[in-house]
């Protein structure tokens, strides 16, 4: 859609050798105005147009890339509605306990065991959905993360599985007891679904081997998580008030569930920032801030301080804690 609005702007029959940054900054510029886009927006339109035309360079059909020069600047207004919305997606103790609640209540109960191994690990949703069983060392309570699926604009058969987002996002980290829970419980509902689908085959099911999967067995992608998300937040936004004694006024997103790890570990002023970086895959510090490979340090503290937090948020329902 986007190329598509584009090329309403600029004609298709413009020669490479006369496209220049003012060219792009101004088809940008209309671009923002005709269709009232976000700067988020454009900044995702720009990222697009830079991988064009740097594909251009390499095969040698243009010097150099007329978009990498190109500053977007965003209004006052603009860069505190981005503020607000990111305040949104991050939660305090009892919103992470109203979430849970609500997740665990869930038919599927993968998004739940999944939220809780986000929580305890950190990692990306890409990276928790490109997880096998082969990837859990129960005996030695480890989990190795070294790849991450992708899925955007792809059917379920055309995921495949890539390198992490960053060098430092190879890494092996320590599972605390809940996250190892989470798992196993994660283990056992699959090996029933895979009987099932066994007995019972359908189109509607995939056969997987990732860890975390939906109720048809094929990979939770964060577009599958947003929709449970979405479903919540509307429901916390009309009864969470009624149920849990305060407004809800957050947007739960996947990505925030990293966040309450990140969190949690640089509220602790023992855990140090290195420890941090290592165990969530961060290269630079300010990346680890801005929250709030093979390990060569112990993680204990950092086990120890993401338990206490889900110690005192976990949920309990029919008389069984989780």
Known sequence: ????????????DVLLEVITPLLIQNLLNDYKKKYHSTHSTM????????????????????????????????????????????????LDEH??????????????????????FMIGTGCRIGEAAALTEADIDFENRLVTIDKSLQYYDLRVDEYYEDTTKTEAGERVEELPEFAIDAVKR??????????????????????????????????????????????INKSLTKHCQEWYGFEWTKNAIPHGFRHIHISVLRDDPSISLKEVQKRV??????????????????????????????????????????
């Open 186 to 231: 994660v283990i056992a509902r699959n090996k029933a679904f895979d009987e099932h689908m066994a007995d019972f085959p359908a189109d509607a099911f995939h056969a997987s081997k990732s860890l975390f999967r939906t109720e048809y067995g094929s990979p939770i992608t964060s577009h599958s998580f947003r929709e449970i998300l979405t479903r």
């Open 95 to 116: 919103e992470v306990h109203a979430l849970l609640a609500e997740l665990r209540k869930r038919r599927h109960q993968t998004y739940y065991d999944l939220a809780l």
């Open 43 to 90: 900044q995702h339109i720009k990222c697009s147009l830079n991988k064009i035309f740097d594909y251009g360079v390499l095969h040698n059909a243009i010097p150099f890339s007329p978009t990498r020069v190109i500053k977007l600047s965003a209004s006052s207004k603009e860069k505190r509605e981005k503020r607000l919305r990111h305040e949104a997606k991050f």
């Open 1 to 12: 859609m986007v190329l598509k609005r584009i090329e309403e702007l600029m004609a298709d």
């Open 281 to 322: 895959g961060h290269v630079r510090a300010e990346t680890t801030d801005g929250y709030t490979h093979t390990l060569d340090e112990n993680q204990d503290k950092s086990v120890e301080a993401i338990t206490r937090f889900i110690e005192k948020n976990r949920v309990k329902l029919n008389g069984s804690v989780w």
